[in-house]
């Protein structure tokens, strides 16, 4: 399979800890961003990479969140001093450059902050 | 990105059409309509986007107002699959912008 993919898919962690997500991008796609999703809502933009360059942050990124993608593929979340607040779905998609950017999302990782 | 607006559930029989609506009375006139879905435990997923022209695809069609301030995404046929969350997306012409998700539309597909 050569789609998007993320591990861990579930990750139960308690508050405080530090946990690092990481996800592989389609190959040739030079383009990632990280999406965050809580229950009944849609997904919320994080953050952004094109190849190893960090060009936009959300204001959900809390000094907490760290985001790399050292080179130019798969790239690593970080959240530091986990809260019970960081729960939820964190979802990865990336894209090739194209007119319409359509973006391919992986199946997420599930944060559950006890 | 401009606004969307979208009902949050609808209900479809098995076989039958479903049309699901979008309203988006502050489009630019650059903007292009994405739709993507999402299963239940799934990643969202691309299924079509237009800019003035109704578009078809093998996944569904597009529908899109002269005035462009609202849009329709029809399944022709719509399958147990086809339930999901269904996303109305603004998206400006150079695609470089993240995706602005709404809360959707949750289709319920009735067997």
């Known amino acids: 399979d050569t789609g998007v993919s993320q591990d861990p898919r579930h990750k139960i962690t308690k508050r405080g800890q530090n946990v690092t997500f990481r996800c592989d991008p389609i190959?040739?796609?030079?383009?990632l961003y990280w999406y965050r999703q809580t229950l009944g809502q849609g997904p919320e933009f994080l953050t952004y990479?094109?190849?190893?360059?960090?060009?936009?942050k959300s204001r959900l990124l809390s000094d907490r969140f760290s985001a790399e993608r050292p080179k130019g593929s798969f790239s690593t979340l970080e959240i530091q001093r986990t809260e019970q607040g960081d729960s939820a779905m964190y979802l990865c998609a990336s894209s090739f450059r194209a007119f319409y950017n359509e973006q391919f999302f992986g199946p997420g990782t599930r944060l559950t902050v006890l | 990105d401009a606004k969307t607006t979208q009902p949050n559930s609808m209900e479809s029989n098995e076989e039958e059409p479903v049309h699901l609506p979008c309203n988006h009375s502050t489009i630019s006139g650059t903007d292009y309509i994405h739709w993507y879905r999402q299963l239940p435990s799934q990643g969202p997923e691309y299924v079509i986007h237009?800019?003035?022209s109704n578009v078809n695809n093998r996944m569904a069609s597009l529908a899109i107002a002269e005035d462009r301030k609202s849009s329709t995404l029809i399944l022709h046929r719509a399958t147990l699959r086809d339930a999901a969350v269904y996303y109305c997306?603004?998206?400006?012409?150079?695609?470089?912008?993240?995706?602005?998700f709404g809360k959707g539309t949750r289709l319920s597909v009735i067997a």
């Open positions: 237009g800019l003035t």
């Open positions: 997306i603004l998206r400006d012409p150079s695609g470089n912008t993240p995706l602005v």
């Open positions: 990479f094109q190849n190893e360059a960090q060009l936009e």
């Open positions: 190959s040739e796609h030079n383009r």
